[in-house]
Nanobody, 126 residues
């Protein structure tokens, strides 16, 4: 059974930074793609970033490129999302999730991810 626990959300002013963490249980983490998604009220869940755990290959939403960085720590089974230069429009609940299927391309659809954390809220004030 795979379990994911996010932390690190909070309230920050525009231009500030936050680092989200996602601790993943299970022994097969090295075979997964770990993704971060976000959802704000009235909007669909949106892909933000993902990392192929074994190779470190990454993929980002265009609007966060250059501001957000996804990484992972093998020893801690933890994925991170470093968010810099935050904007009001980054306000959302952020979720981490895993795609346990093999694919040549990192998937950006939430349908491909079959285990999810509970979410952590990020609020960016102007």
């Amino acid at each position: 059974q795979v379990q994911l626990v996010e932390s690190g959300g909070g309230l920050v002013q525009a231009g500030g930074s936050l680092r989200l963490s996602c601790v993943i249980s299970g022994s097969m983490v090295s075979t997964y793609v770990v993704g971060w998604f976000r959802q704000s009220p009235g909007k669909d869940r949106e892909f933000v970033a993902a990392i192929r755990w074994s190779a470190g290959e990454t993929n980002y939403l265009d609007s966060v490129k250059g501001r957000f960085t996804i990484s992972r720590d093998n020893a801690k089974n933890t994925a991170y999302l470093q968010m810099n230069s935050l904007k009001v429009e980054d306000t959302a609940v952020y979720y981490c999730a895993v795609d346990r299927t093999y694919g040549r391309v990192i998937k950006t659809s939430s349908n491909a991810y079959d285990h999810w954390g509970q979410g952590t809220r990020v609020t960016v004030s102007s």
